[in-house]
């Protein structure tokens, strides 16, 4: 059965994870992939799996995200990740979803991998993510420079299978996505006028290992929960020390420390 939905992947130099994304969306009416400037065979092998290619200018994640939205053809829309995987539950479950009245928006579950192990615990999981809306209720996204928000006007149903992400091919990917990540959101939290002090630097990275390893139950993934939750911890303290060396190379004051 064919889906009235269009799965939208935003991507860039994807060729060897694209293919495997695009196969757990063959279930819908239309499959389109917006290419930002891969270098690689990315587009062929998108177009030979049969989806509709459409190439823009990479402007950031939300101008992406919503120029990817205003060329999809059909209503409602799956915002989709290279790294991410539409198992047959799920599928089923989106059929269903958008056959009947009601939310004009769905979150579902997001199960990230960790070097094949799947994440049960701690910080990564439910970690329910809105990707399913209607455009003609405003599906949209808004935010910042990393991790932007998808929005829609009116209410969001929660589906219970859960998509399947595998977001780091090895321990080296991770780290150079989290230094990416930190360096994205220090700029951001700058530019609001935040500041990094000792609290951030020091207390916030080990409550966030505390919470994710012991109060988030990450211990129960054995050595992956634990590698979880000291890269959680890592990227709070790269994004601050990345906000105190920004503010200091801009000339601001530094936030003095709390004291108790």
């Known amino acids: 059965m064919v889906v009235p939905v269009t799965v939208a992947l935003i991507v860039k130099d994807e060729e060897a994870r694209l293919p495997e ?21 990315t587009i062929e092998r998108a177009r030979a799996a049969g989806a509709r290619v459409e190439e823009i200018p990479w402007r950031g994640f939300v101008d992406a995200r919503n120029r990817a939205l205003a060329l999809a053809r059909c209503d409602w829309v799956l915002m989709l990740d290279a790294d991410e995987r539409v198992p047959p539950d799920l599928a089923g479950e989106i059929a269903a979803a958008v056959s009947r009245p009601g939310p004009v928006a769905y979150r579902m579950p997001r199960l990230s991998h960790l070097l094949g192990q799947p994440i049960r615990h701690g910080t990564w999981f439910p970690d329910r993510q809105l990707r399913l809306g209607r455009r003609s209720a405003g599906f949209r996204a808004e935010g910042g420079r990393v991790h932007e928000a ?36 220090a700029a951001d939290r700058f530019e609001r006028g935040e500041r990094a002090g000792s609290v951030d630097l020091l207390v916030r990275p080990l409550w966030e290992l505390f919470r994710c390893y012991v109060l988030k139950r990450g211990f129960l993934d054995g050595k992956a929960g634990c590698a979880v939750a000291f890269f959680h911890a890592w990227s709070y303290f790269l994004t601050a ?16 420390p709390v004291r108790g």
């Open 21 to 41: 994304a695009l196969a757990s969306a063959a279930w819908a009416e239309e499959v389109l992939v917006v290419d930002t400037g891969s270098s690689d065979a």
């Open 150 to 185: 998808l929005l829609a006007d009116g209410p969001a149903g929660l589906l219970s299978a859960p998509l399947l992400h595998f977001p780091y091919a090895t321990v080296a990917d991770l780290l150079r996505k989290a230094r990416l990540y930190a360096r994205l959101k």
């Open 241 to 256: 020390a990345f906000l105190a060396e920004t503010a200091r190379g801009a000339g601001a004051p530094p936030r003095p």
